[in-house]
């Protein structure tokens, strides 16, 4: 089974650039979720879908980061424009439903670097 | 919303000494405490998880328990080998499925 995948791996930008995330969710799991790590911390949740449709945001700094899942299988996370402070690896979690108590299982991420 | 708390942020212990990480969470509807292991630039990995109709699941060399009265779990690995140094991270879970992580331990298994 093909595990969670995202490109790109590393990304280099200056502040107040635009950059992108892609990620392509385990085969049938209806449910994707974007997770920020910053150094020496544990991965915050940004925004979680199932299918297509948003379940939360609420820690989406929606002023700069927007997402989407257009067709309930890839998502493509969005920073317009960058700051310092947003570097960071980019996690891409999937897990098969959204009923409670389900695995959820994480890419490979891409660490961002904002000069 | 959830606020998990996780202990020590390092550990060092000699190989095959036994090392334990605890967690408490403070949502009593919580139903759901993953632990993943994350070694450098690679991403994290479910190593085990429990589930809260259970006090205490074990796989191998490593065991969780949980005490939902108290809110809190733990990680235990015995017979610690070099190839478990690593961060380790306790997660808990709200209705949504939404995953709040612990700060990280740090273990080192030291030969």
């Known amino acids: 089974e093909a595990g969670v995948a995202q490109s790109p791996r590393y990304k280099i930008i200056e502040k107040r650039q635009s950059v992108a995330f892609w990620c392509n969710p385990i085969?049938?799991?209806?449910?994707l979720y974007w997770y920020q790590q910053i150094l020496g911390q544990g991965p915050k949740l940004l925004i979680q879908?199932?299918?297509?449709?948003?379940?939360?945001d609420s820690q989406l700094p929606k002023d700069r980061f927007s997402a989407e899942r257009l067709k309930g299988v890839d998502s493509t996370l969005k920073i317009q424009p960058a700051k310092l402070e947003d570097s960071a690896v980019y996690l891409c979690a999937s897990s098969f439903g959204l009923a409670g108590a389900e695995t959820q299982y994480f890419g490979p991420g891409t660490r961002l670097l904002v000069l | 919303g959830e606020n998990v708390e996780q202990h020590p942020s390092t550990l060092s212990v000699q190989e095959g000494d036994s090392a334990v990480i605890k967690c408490t969470y403070s949502?009593?509807?919580?139903?759901?405490f993953p632990w993943y292991k994350q070694e450098l630039g690679k991403r994290p990995q479910l190593i085990i998880d429990i589930r809260s109709n259970v006090g205490e699941k074990k796989d191998q060399r490593i065991a969780v328990t949980l005490n939902k009265t108290a809110k809190h779990f733990s990680l235990h690995i015995t017979e610690t080998q070099p190839e478990d140094s690593a961060v380790y991270f306790c997660a808990a879970n709200n209705a949504g499925n939404m995953l709040t992580f612990g700060g990280g331990t740090r273990l080192m298994v030291k030969p």
């Open positions: 949502d009593s509807a919580s139903n759901y």
């Open positions: 085969s049938g799991h209806a449910t």
């Open positions: 879908f199932q299918n297509n449709g948003v379940v939360d």
